[in-house]
C-alpha cells in the first residue's frame, strides 16, 4: 500500500512509519514538526505543512493517490488543553476535517484515526470496552470525540471509511534503540521514570497516593507503540471487509499502577528510582483499563509486548541511546 501519514513525525506516527516499512508498504508523512522530530524518519517523503493551513494542503495533496491514510498529527496535552481549548479544537478537529476535505477531494477514502482513552472520561466499568459512556472530562478527549461523530457522519453520507482506535497508554520504543518517546514537556510516566533513572535527580513526580486502589497510585493500561502500530494495518484489513465507520479500544487489558511501574523499572534498570509525592492532578481517573477483545476478535490483533517489563525494556534501551547522543 501506499500510506499518508499525517503526524507520522511524532512518537507513536514514527514507530507507525517504521512499521509500516518494515511490512513492505511505501509511506509518505505529513507533518509541521511541531512536536515532531526530523531524526525520527527516514527513507521516505515528507510533506512539511501544518493541516490547518488549508492552501498549502490542498496544493500539496492535489491529484495524489494514497491506498490510505493514518492520521495521528494532534495535540496531546490534556493540562494544556483545559488552558488552551481553542487551540485544541482548531488544531484537532479543524485540522483533522482539512484532511478529510482534501481526501474526499483526490477520491481517497480509508483512513485510520488515532482515538483515545481520553473520549470516555470517568470509567464505570471495571475494563472499558467500546460501548463505555463517552464522556471527556477535557477538551483534548472531548475534540477526539468530536472528530470521532463527525467521521461517523462522513462515513455515512460518502463512500467514505474510517477506523478509530483508542489507544491507552502508549508506550515503549522501536526494538532498534533508534526512535522512542521523545515529548517536551513529557508527561507520561514511563520516560519520567528512565529519565529519573538515567539522571539519578529525584524529578520524578508521583501524582496523588490516596487513590481508591490497592496502593493508592493511579492505575493505566500500557499498551507498546508497535503493537498499535500492527492493530492500524489491521484496521485497512478490516475496511475491505466491513465498509463505514468503526471504532476499537487498545490496551493490554491489564492495569499496574504508579508504584508497580515505577518497580518495574527499578528491576530493568537494576537500581532504585528517587521520586516525590505530589498531589493528585485535577481530572486523573483512578483506574484506567482497556477492555480490547473486539480488536483481538475482530481486527485479528494479536500484541506482542504482553508484559510490562518487556515494553519498560525497549523504552529504557531508547532513552539510553537517546541520552548518549546528546553527549
Ligand atoms: N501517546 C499516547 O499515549 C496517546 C494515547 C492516546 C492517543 N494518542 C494520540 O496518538 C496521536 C500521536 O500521539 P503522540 O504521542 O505520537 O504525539 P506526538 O506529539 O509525538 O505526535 C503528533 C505529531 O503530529 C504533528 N502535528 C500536530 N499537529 C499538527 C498539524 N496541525 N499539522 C501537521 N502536523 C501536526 C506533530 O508535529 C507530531 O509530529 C495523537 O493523535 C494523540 O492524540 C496518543
Redesign the pocket.
Known amino acids: 500500500m501506499k500510506l499518508l501519514i499525517?503526524?507520522g513525525?511524532?512518537?507513536?506516527?514514527s514507530h507507525m512509519v517504521r512499521y509500516a516499512q518494515e511490512h513492505g508498504h511505501e509511506v509518505v508523512v505529513?507533518?509541521?514538526?511541531?512536536?515532531?522530530h526530523d531524526w525520527a524518519v527516514r527513507d521516505c517523503e515528507i510533506l512539511n505543512?501544518?493541516?490547518?493551513d488549508h492552501y498549502k494542503l490542498s496544493q500539496l495533496l492535489k491529484g495524489r493517490q494514497f491506498d490510505g491514510v493514518i492520521h495521528?498529527?494532534?495535540?496531546?496535552l490534556v493540562g494544556e488543553s483545559v488552558k488552551k481549548p481553542a487551540m485544541y479544537y482548531r488544531?484537532n478537529v479543524i485540522?483533522t476535517l482539512n484532511l478529510v476535505n482534501e481526501m474526499l477531494n483526490n477520491d481517497i477514502n480509508t483512513l485510520v484515526f488515532?482515538?483515545?482513552?481520553?473520549i470516555f472520561g470517568h470509567p464505570v466499568t471495571d475494563k472499558i470496552a467500546e460501548d463505555h459512556p463517552k464522556n471527556p472530562i477535557n477538551p483534548y478527549g472531548q475534540s477526539?470525540l468530536m472528530v470521532e461523530n463527525m467521521l461517523q457522519d462522513i462515513c455515512l453520507a460518502n463512500d467514505f471509511n474510517a477506523t478509530c482506535l483508542r489507544?491507552f497508554?502508549?508506550a515503549g520504543a522501536h526494538e532498534s534503540g533508534e526512535i522512542g518517546e521523545a515529548?517536551d514537556p513529557e508527561t507520561?510516566l514511563i520516560p519520567n521514570i528512565l529519565k529519573a533513572a538515567l539522571s539519578n535527580e529525584s524529578n520524578l513526580k508521583v501524582f496523588g497516593v490516596d487513590y481508591s486502589t490497592p496502593d493508592g497510585t493511579c492505575v493505566r493500561d500500557y499498551v507498546h507503540v508497535s503493537d498499535l502500530a500492527q492493530a492500524h494495518l489491521l484496521g485497512f484489513e478490516y475496511m475491505q471487509k466491513y465498509r463505514g465507520f468503526s471504532a476499537f479500544n487498545l490496551g493490554n487489558g491489564d492495569g499496574f499502577s504508579v508504584f508497580d511501574v515505577i518497580k518495574a523499572a527499578e528491576k530493568v534498570v537494576g537500581k532504585s528510582i528517587k521520586y516525590e509525592i505530589s498531589p493528585k492532578r485535577d481530572g486523573d481517573p483512578s483506574v484506567l483499563v482497556a477492555d480490547s477483545l473486539r480488536a483481538v476478535s475482530m481486527l485479528g490483533w494479536v500484541p506482542s509486548f504482553k508484559n510490562l517489563a518487556s515494553i519498560i525494556k525497549s523504552a529504557s534501551n531508547w532513552h539510553k541511546n537517546f541520552e548518549d547522543a546528546k553527549v
Open positions: 499525517p503526524g513525525a511524532g512518537y507513536i506516527g505529513l507533518d509541521d514538526f511541531s512536536t515532531g505543512v501544518n493541516l490547518l495521528f498529527a494532534a495535540k496531546s488544531n485540522g488515532s482515538s483515545t482513552a481520553a477526539k489507544y497508554n502508549a515529548h507520561h
